[in-house]
């Protein structure tokens, strides 16, 4: 590494003239001085660094991940930044409570001043959603219409090229679908597999039916519920049938991407499998704590405004609770989890394929 040439001053290094002289509240052009609008510009001001940060490190994840081959290297720094992403969201999460410090009529001291903008204008979060893969078809109502109305001419074009370009889930499902070891030679083992999981259906079947507490209605409901686990997971092998659950949106993997994910999470503890297991964990937790955010800030809302409409013009706390539950991008990961079944009842895999996935030393003296 070379040595600096020029001394360093802390502030000019950190560009604090710039950074600190950058909190101006609206209030004072109003009448007095709203004391909490500072919080609030210092806390935004905040999570937009954040946010900054979290695309610096998914817009260098989503480059290894765009490599026709990603080595085990390449994989381990995506699972070790990924870590990082989540360090982050973790503080973003728990950073809520700040704003919660400021009660709803302090609030409202300064709330009118600040219409018609809204965090619906901050162009890294829809960057942040979009770059994982939230794209216009599968957002709410409301944003289908009205999305792209509220931001400016610049803002509008950087976000709809964003859009037009394979996003990170994108890349993750490339990534499984060309996994090999869907094609071991003389494996049974995806009808080996079924045949598992349908016999813990029929185990869960028999279970509601020998369960008197329920009621012949909950009853039904139930084993309906089990018709259908079993109907999504007999369309896993099913080309066709996969289409249709993508189509309308039940499923957003590609097939075989999905079947790799499974076939990882099942035989996790297989050396090769030990990083594509972290990563895929790991992009699962972002989506998680992403939700978790999304539910904070919604119940935040609540706490501030009722059922006041927003600034940005939607219906507030209603709005951002239905994104809450449907702005999932990495869900299918936790969907699998129906599918998975305890070690025992697993296939045993024959031994050419284990030794496949076995590192080359742990079998060298055979
Ligand atoms: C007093 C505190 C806050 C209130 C009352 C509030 C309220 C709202 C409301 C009502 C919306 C829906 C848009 C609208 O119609 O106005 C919204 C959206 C949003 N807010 Fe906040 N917010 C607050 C703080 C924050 C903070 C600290 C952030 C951090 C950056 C933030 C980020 C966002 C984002 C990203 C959206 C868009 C969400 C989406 O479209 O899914 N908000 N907020
Ligand atoms: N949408 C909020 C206002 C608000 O929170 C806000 C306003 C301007 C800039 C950022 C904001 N933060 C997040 O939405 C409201 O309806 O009160």
Redesign the pocket.
Known sequence: MAKNVEPVYYGDYLQLEQLLGAQQPHSPRYGDEAHEETL?II??QV??LW?KQVLHELRSIYGLFAQPQLADESLALVGHRLRRVLTIQELMNQQ?QV?ET?TPQE?LAF?DYLVPA???Q?IQ??EL?ILLGLNRQRRIAF?QQSFYNRLNDHDRAYLENLEAQPSLFDRVDDWLARMPFLRFQDFSFWSLYQQAVNDMLDADSETVRNNATLTDAEQQQELKGIAETRENFAALFDQQRYQQLRDSGAVQLSQPAMLSALFISLYREEPVFHLPFQVITSLAEVDEKLTIW?YK?AM??QR??GSK?????????D??RK?TES?RVFKDFFSMATYLLPKSAMPVLPQQVKRALGFYFSHQTQ
């Open positions: 609030f806390v935004h999570y937009e946010f809520v704003i400021m609030f709330r809204s965090g619906f901050s979060f829809k959603e944003d999304r800030h935040m809302v501030m405004l409409i927003g600034t940005g013009g939607s219906s507030g706390h709005y951002l994104t702005n």
